[in-house]
């Protein structure tokens, strides 16, 4: 998942979207007609300052007030908008210069305050926090609408982007004017005057409800912990055990062991403990958050999302929401996304009609008088694996060291992308935890500076859930100077007790690569413009999703796959075993992330007037015939990727829209003959699919990688679920 920084125009309705472009351009004076009081507190406003230091400025993450946020967000929103009044204002006529250009260079001090909103937002968030959020979102929609209805200015980029029709520009230029001209047009830049001010009441109140939505979902995990007795630890790894007792310990709650509620701590407990009353008990603290009929409550805040969403498209013009999101995705049409997943549905149901019996079977094995439940699905398939593949994940476990994996991760960097990761002397660069570690990112061959890495990896109170990869500055070449990158990656790892390794499951170092093929993504741009930095939704996650498909290879095996004790490599019996084991329990896998992706939908190409948050979810799922014994992986009402933002609003089957993509790559590299370390398709894969970023259509770059448009074969194969094309 990508939490970053909007490189596109700015025009935002989430909460962690910034301004325009990061380019050289002074902020002007604060707008006269300013409280003097904000002007007066935000002079030496250190959130506001221009990033010093080596590698071309870094964040001063040392230097962060809380107080500073509020006075820092309102002057650099009010330079932004005297920036945009200048571009808009100016007599000369329209060039992509003095317009488009103009406009890219625009927002830097917010594009700085908004890093800090973004660190505060999700690793370092608090009750004190939450109420500056709860502020600004409303501030900060009114902001993006002064520029996304800004007439003068939308009639400057409507020239500029009619006269490239005629006369086409270089090729980035001419990208950044379609994108830069569409997104205006998607923001209703066209609609009369009384449509754009209901236009953007709507975006003001949405903001208001994402900021709501998003705070209701963290205290819920933050509200509901399960401490553990001695006595209940039964079937429970050591790591888990030490991590857990620390978590209950940094709780106040010494000799206690805690399970958090959040995936990283539930996915491991429901694995392995033999307590089912517990299992059930942290199953549902964790599938229930925002849906607990209490002040966090988030089903009528959905409902309201919803019937604004609607009401904003139909003002544009559009039937439905997923009809307005999807016409600037790969898919362009909501048809397109169902039509894939309904091709993948019925066979992962009857895999999770398999996957149920093998786990019955083991039960009744035992004496045990139970039906599969939700909370048992994970613990039995583990017992499943384990009779099938002789296969233990916590045998697995004790070779996946993350001090390890990381140096997987550089290795895989270096040989595929030429980077070398250096570690930062502690001290050179600010970071705003102590868990933060940075590297510098080099070309190996050249010494070229690309960029700073930081890895934030474990869970903490305040941080969101989850694993994420995000930019403090992206990489353009404007006026010939070139901005470097700023990238992290952030986990939730549950952190060790002192003196132990932090040991992760083979899940969570598949998320691992996942997040660092998001961070090689930013470091691999060569594009000129910010604003082509942006990403397409169903095609952004395929660069991460591919960047999986490393962990597995026999290199990174071999070398950095060793026992956390005794520093002996994975014996070769147990790599077998794991590729061998390489498809198991996909039904689980599929089923849980096809209905959120499914829901998704449905509930954006439904009138929202006949939805009732209190049935809809359950009614929808009978009507897919969703097994008993799965959930969906998001349940509607903590589902972030919807509903904290519009990032991913009909936009979650993307995920598999981009393993159709990723399946397909991967069998390109399998085909060649160095295998995923070939250097002729490595150069192909960096030339088309990760340096270009949007600066081409993503369909075009990935016929020149691949020679043809990909299908979906390779992804059914990839599952062992049955491939379309042997049926014909």
Partial sequence: MIPMKKTSLGLMTAVLISACGSGNATAPATQNDQDPTVQKTTMKNDLLQEWTGPYGGVPAFDEMKLEDLQPAMEQAMASHLEEVLIISTNPAPPTFENTILAMQKSGEALDRVFTYYGIWSSNMSSPEFREIQQVLAPKISEYSSKISQNKELFERIKAVYEQSQQDPLPSQQQRAVELMYEDFAMEGANLNEADKERYAQINKELSRLYTQFSNNVLAEEENYVVYLEKDQLSGLPESFVKAAAKAAADRGKEGKYAVLNTRSSMDPFLTYSDERELRKEVWDNYYSRGDNEDEY???????????????????????????????????????????????????????????????????????????????????????????????????????????????????????????????????????????????????????????????????????????????????????????????????????????????????????????????????????????????????????????????????????????????????????????????????FATTEFLASALMDMKLHTTDPSEIDMGTFEKESLDELNMPSEIVMRHRTPHFGHVFSGEGYATGYYGYLWADVLTSDAAEAFREAPGGFYDENVAEKLVKYLFAPRNAMDPAEAYRLFRGRDANIDALMRDRGFPVPSDKE
């Fill in 297 to 587: 409550d988030n089903k009528e805040v959905i409902e309201e999302i919803l019937k604004l969403r609607d009401e904003r498209v139909e003002l544009l013009g559009f039937e439905n929401y997923a009809q307005w999101r999807l016409q600037d995705r790969m898919a362009k049409t909501p048809e397109r996304a169902m039509e894939l997943m309904e091709a993948v549905w019925p066979a992962a149901l009857a895999r999770v009609e398999e996957e149920v019996a093998d786990m019955q079977a083991v039960a009744e094995a035992e004496g045990k008088d139970i039906v599969i439940a939700p909370w048992d699905y994970r613990y039995y398939a583990e017992k499943v694996r384990q009779q099938k593949y002789d296969l233990e994940s916590d045998e697995v476990k004790q070779y996946l060291q993350l001090d390890k994996l990381t140096e997987a991760l550089f290795y895989t960097a270096d040989r595929i992308f030429n980077y070398k990761f250096t570690p930062v002397p502690q001290g050179t660069v600010p970071v705003f935890h102590e868990d933060v570690k940075v590297w510098e990112v080099t070309h190996k061959d050249t010494g070229k500076h690309i960029g700073l890495w930081y890895l934030d990896p474990y869970a903490r109170k305040g941080k969101r859930s989850g694993a994420w990869a995000s930019q403090y500055r992206s990489h353009a070449e404007m006026d010939e100077q070139e901005e470097t990158v700023l990238a992290s990656n952030n986990s939730n790892f549950v952190k060790p007790a002192q003196g132990e390794p932090a040991l992760v499951s083979w899940d969570d170092a598949t998320t691992f690569f996942h997040e660092f093929g998001h961070a090689l993504h930013f470091f691999s741009s060569e594009v000129k413009y910010p604003i082509l930095n942006s990403g397409v939704r169903d095609y952004t996650e395929f660069q991460s999703q591919l960047l999986e498909r490393w962990l597995s290879t026999d290199e990174v095996i071999n070398r950095f796959l060793v026992h956390h004790e005794t520093g002996e490599p994975i014996p070769q019996e147990l790599v077998e075993k794991i590729k061998k084991a390489s498809t198991f329990n996909q039904g």
